[in-house]
């Protein structure tokens, strides 16, 4: 009888670590976004906000914007929350989402040496600079938002770049790796403003080129395609998309700040 007991016992903690275990899967959802949304803190105070107000949990997949456009792609995540426009909307346009919005933007800055005290007078001239002297620069080189923006630099300053030139070096790092190696190595690279905020490990580096139009940086949420997998939250990621153009939405952006400084900018558009 008390082997029957334990048994029953047993049994009924499976079923109910089972249940516990669908409605927990009913009630989240996956989010695949770039490091500097997650790294700076802002998803985390979002989705705590998302959670209190509508008891649906948030897993965030942190990485790099290539890679977390092919997670949502495979059907492996509900929303994708990323920062480069050419492929959000290669994205779309060949089905894998469902809506689109530009949500906040902020901007990208070229970071290097402290010893560097000349003027950028374009960005242009500023790799041109770094190229023909043979700077180090440190690429994040993972195919993220920010490694495609600086591809496309170089392109627009028609200088060719690959892995095999000593002076540039492809880490394929997030964003935080990749400032610590800059700072170590006293090299040049492209962050996203908000990460250089947060990160508090330069005192070997100082912004040397800013507030520029090629640097400025769109970030755009998209709901993706329940079709990719029967499995997808499609329903309460609705919730999260549509959350997500709310005023209570554009408070916490736009007043999430580290070391007193605004990281975001709220520019959703109806």
């Known amino acids: 009888m008390k082997f029957n007991f334990f048994i029953i016992t047993f049994i009924k903690i499976l079923i109910l670590t089972l249940c516990t275990a669908l409605v927990y899967a009913d009630t989240k959802i996956i989010v695949a976004s770039t490091t500097s949304t997650y790294d700076t803190g802002l998803l985390e105070v979002i989705n705590s906000k998302f959670y209190d107000k509508y008891n649906i949990r948030v897993q965030v997949l942190s990485l790099g914007t290539g890679q977390a456009i092919r997670t949502a792609k495979d059907g492996n995540a509900e929303i994708l929350l990323v920062h480069h426009k050419a492929s959000e909307l290669e994205f779309m346009n060949n089905g894998f989402g469902v809506e689109r919005s530009e949500i ?79 700072n170590e190595k006293k090299g040049y690279t492209l962050s996203d403003r908000s990460t250089w905020i947060a990160f508090n490990y330069k005192n070997n580096l100082k912004i040397v080129c800013e507030n520029l139009p090629p640097l400025f940086n769109q970030y755009g949420i998209i709901l993706v395609n329940q079709n990719l997998n029967n499995n997808l939250n499609f329903n309460n990621a609705k919730k999260y998309f549509e959350w997500f153009k709310t005023n209570e939405v554009k408070e916490i952006i736009n007043n999430f700040k580290v070391n007193d400084k605004q990281l975001f900018y709220y520019n959703y558009n109806q």
């Open 104 to 182: 906040m933007y902020n901007d990208y800055i070229l970071v290097g040496p402290k010893e560097d005290n000349t003027k950028c007078i374009s960005v242009q001239e500023k790799l041109k600079q770094i190229h023909d002297n043979k700077f180090l620069f440190i690429s994040r080189g993972d195919d993220s938002g920010t490694h495609r923006k600086e591809t496309e630099m170089w392109l627009k300053s028609n200088l060719e770049i690959n892995d095999n030139l000593d002076w540039y070096l492809s880490v394929g790092q997030g964003m935080g790796s990749t400032l610590l190696i800059t």
